[in-house]
C-alpha cells in the first residue's frame, strides 16, 4: 500500500532537500542543482518524448566502433566541440559512457597491458598531481584489479610505464593542468569534465589522444549518467567499447537521446538566428560563477581565517573576451593556527566540505562545491563569512 508521503508513480525526485538557514549545508559533492534554474527557463527546448515501442533495442549503430552509440549524441557532441572549439572532434572517436566515470574504467582497461601477457605481469601504475580528484584512487583500486593500481602523485612516481591522469581545469583546485611525466610506455588520460566557457578561457583546442567530457558538468545533467570520450586511436577505442560491452552491455538509449536533445538545445541557443539570449548556457553559467565566486572571496576576506586560489584570467577564444577562471569547485584553506582538520572544523558550523586529505593533500584544506542551488550556497557564504 503506498503511503501519503510516497512520491506518485512517474513523479520525478528532486534530489537534495529545501534548506532552512540553520539547515545543515552539505557541499560535499560536486552536485550541479545550480543549473536547474536555467533549465526551467528553457520551456520545451531540451524535451523529449520517448514512446513505448522505441530504445528497445540494445544496438544503435552496428556498423561504428562505439556500436551502443546513438548517431544522434555523436552528432550534437561533435557540434558542441566545433561551437566552443575546447576540443578537436576530426580524426576522433565518440564513445559514450554511464558518466564519464564509466569511461574513465574503460580507459584503465584498455590502457594496461592483458593479465598474461609478459608486459601485464605487474600491474600497471596510475598516477595524477596531487591534489588530485578523489574518486581516480578509489575508483582505480575498488575492485582490486590486477591490471591496473594507483599509485599516488605523478610528482613522485618513479617509473616509466604508467597511465597519467591530468584533470584541467583540475579539480579540486581549478588548476590549469599538463601532464607532468613523459616517457614512450606512459600515457596521459585528460578529464577534461570542466573545459567548459562557465569554469575558464577557453585558450586552445585540446587535442589529446583520450579526452573525457561529460553532461554532468557541462550543461548540469548530472543524473542522466552520460558521458563521452574522444580517443584518437581505432584499438584503444574499440578497447574502451569492448570495456563497456562487458561492464553494462552499453549505455541507456533514453539518457543518450535525452543527452543530445540537451546538447543540441545548447548549440541551438548560439547558432539559430531565432534563438533568445537568456537561453545561452555558457553566458548564464558565467554569470553565475563569477557571481559566486565574488561572493565567496569577499565572505572569506570578511570571516580573515581563510583563503583561497589566486585568480587566474586568460583571453577566451569562444567569447572572445578576456575572462576569469571561476572553478567549480572553492579549494578552501583555513589559516587560523590551532585548526588542523578544516572540514571537521565547517562541519561543526554545520558545512559539510570534503577534506584535503581524499585529494592527497593537506587537511588544512577543504574541497566546497559551487556548483549548489542558490538558497544552500547563499547560506553557506553567509556562515562563512561570520567564522572567526
Ligand atoms: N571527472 C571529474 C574531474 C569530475 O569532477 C567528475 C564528477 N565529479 C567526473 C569526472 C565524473 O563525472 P560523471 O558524472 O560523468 O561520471
Known sequence: QP???????????????????????????????????????????????????QTMSYFSDVGNVCWFLEPGLDHEVRRL???VGNAAVDGYHVLVGTGSTQLFMAALYALSPPAGSAAGAAPMSVVSTAPYYSSYPAVTDFLQSGLF???????????????????????????????????DSGIAVHDLAYYWPQYTAITKRADHDIMLFTVSKSTGHAGTRIG?????????????????????I????????????VLRAVSDAYELPEA????????????KMVERWTMLREAAAASGIFSLPEETS??????????????????????????????????????????GSQFGADPRYVRVSMLDRDDAYDIFVKRLSSLQ
Open 314 to 355: 586568460g583571453f577566451c577564444n569562444f567569447t572572445k573576451e578576456i575572462a576569469v577562471t571561476n572553478p567549480a569547485f572553492a579549494w578552501l584553506r583555513c589559516d587560523r593556527e590551532d585548526v588542523e582538520d578544516c572540514a571537521s572544523f565547517l562541519r561543526g558550523h554545520k558545512i559539510l566540505t570534503r577534506s
Open 81 to 83: 566541440h566545433r561551437l
Open 3 to 53: 503511503s501519503p508521503s510516497m512520491p506518485k508513480a512517474g513523479a520525478p525526485s528532486t534530489g537534495k532537500p529545501a534548506v532552512t538557514p540553520d539547515s545543515v549545508i552539505n557541499l560535499d559533492h560536486g552536485d550541479p542543482t545550480m543549473f536547474e534554474e536555467f533549465w526551467r527557463g528553457t520551456g520545451s527546448a531540451a524535451e523529449i518524448v520517448i514512446p513505448g515501442w
Open 149 to 183: 593500481r594507483w599509485a599516488g602523485d605523478a610528482n613522485t612516481f618513479n617509473g616509466d610505464t604508467y597511465i597519467e591522469l591530468v584533470c584541467s581545469p583540475n579539480n579540486p583546485d581549478g588548476a590549469i593542468r599538463e601532464a607532468v611525466l613523459s616517457s
Open 276 to 287: 533568445k539570449e537568456d537561453h545561452r548556457l555558457f553566458d548564464y553559467g558565467r554569470r
Open 228 to 248: 563521452w570520450a574522444l580517443v584518437k586511436d581505432r584499438d584503444v577505442a574499440k578497447r574502451m567499447t569492448k570495456f563497456i560491452e562487458l561492464n553494462t
Open 250 to 261: 552499453g549505455v541507456s538509449k533514453d539518457s543518450q537521446l535525452r543527452a543530445a536533445k
